[in-house]
């Protein structure tokens, strides 16, 4: 780093690091929680054919209104929520963290989805981390010792959680919002493989937020997130967004795209089985212990864990390798795949212990 930039720079930035993103090309990729199906031909041409009026000369519609209403009927939100669309999740939390005040706090539970730390370091507030307990579940004693002593003005807790796969005791998560002034982001980052959603407790709590995405429904290429919450609480927010932030092919693709809700549903269907078949071949294999999950993912325990990852990776299938992070000793998470990817994937960790 040069001297002007090590002078204009923040301390606090110099001090972290850009966020990583192995490569893979030519790998099998089982790392990100993305959908192993492509879109199929008929659908393609179709969505060529459809992108051909784009006009990109012009700037996008600016409340994306179109795609906001193809959401509302995609995820069966009702009508009477406000929604806030974020170029990713990612978009959506920074965004309420530029809602709070320098120096405020953030709580979250640990281990869960990195971004919300980062995010708070670069945004200037205090994140605060809550250990889960040992079976990945919400200590709720500690957590609420937290809210009483931090007083945070943000609280995420993702819902499943990421890595772990869980969803959290319904009433815990309750007890949370209630004894708090916070405002809570339910992350259902998974909302399409879990079996509860806190969608319906919008209208009964009005420091609730929910965030979603279409990135684990098939379309991570998109980068398009959104909020749900109260009329009141989107209005508020969307004072913070910046003008265009979702570009229109971005629009105009998942406008088109998300109305296929049939083929969004069955791929969803399939990756379920897929978790089924693929967690009972890996709960098979002698060592090895497998979490329940209730995202499109699982998290297991692995005897060598990294150099497991190192072979899986050596062999051209890419895992997320999560063996050092606290309460993931040995800890590995791998992706929902096809039934083909799966077995290959079982096949290489079955060779490796072999």
């Not at 204009?8 to 490569?23: E, F, G, M, S, T």
């Not at 409340?63 to 209403?69: H, M």
Request: net charge negative; with cysteine.
């Amino acid at each position: 780093m040069n001297n002007f930039i090590s002078n204009w720079l923040r301390p606090d930035i110099k001090a972290i690091n850009a966020y990583h993103v192995p490569p893979s090309d030519d790998m099998v990729k089982l790392d990100a929680m993305e959908s192993p199906f492509p879109l199929p031909d008929a659908l393609i041409e179709q969505y060529l054919a459809y992108l051909a009026n784009v006009e990109l000369n012009r700037y996008p519609s600016p409340n994306a209104s179109e795609l906001q209403q193809t959401l509302y009927q995609l995820m069966d939100i009702p009508a009477d929520f406000g929604m806030l669309l974020g170029n990713g999740s990612d978009e959506l939390i920074q965004l309420l963290a530029l809602a709070c005040d320098t120096g405020d706090s953030i709580l979250s539970v640990e281990p869960s989805f990195v971004m919300y730390q980062i995010i708070a370091k670069f945004t200037r507030l205090n994140y605060h981390g809550v250990e889960l307990n040992e079976n990945f579940e919400i200590d709720l004693p500690a957590m609420l010792l937290a809210i009483e002593t931090h007083q945070p003005k943000l609280i995420f807790i993702a819902y499943p959680n990421n890595p772990t796969g869980n969803t959290f005791d319904r009433a815990a998560i309750e007890q949370i919002i209630t004894s708090t002034s916070a405002m809570v982001v339910l992350d259902e980052a998974y909302y399409a493989y879990a079996d509860d959603s806190f969608l319906g407790d919008i209208a009964k709590y009005p420091n609730l937020v929910l965030l979603r995405t279409v990135s684990k429904i098939g379309f991570a290429g998109l980068r398009l997130g959104l909020l749900i919450g109260t009329q009141d609480t989107v209005a508020a927010l969307d004072k913070l967004r910046l003008p265009y932030n979702i570009n229109t092919l971005t629009q105009v693709s998942a406008n088109f795209l998300l109305k296929e809700k049939d083929e969004i549903n069955k791929n969803a269907q399939i990756i379920l089985k897929q978790r089924t078949k693929l967690s009972s071949a890996l709960d098979a294999i002698n060592g090895l212990q497998v979490y329940p999950s209730q995202a499109n993912f699982l998290l297991f325990k692995a005897p060598s864990a990294h150099k497991l990852f190192a072979f899986l990776k050596a062999n051209g299938v890419l895992i997320k390798d999560l063996s050092t992070a606290p309460k993931l000793t040995d800890c590995l998470r791998v992706t929902v795949g096809n039934a083909e990817q799966n077995q290959h994937f079982i096949n290489l960790v079955k060779c490796f212990y072999d």
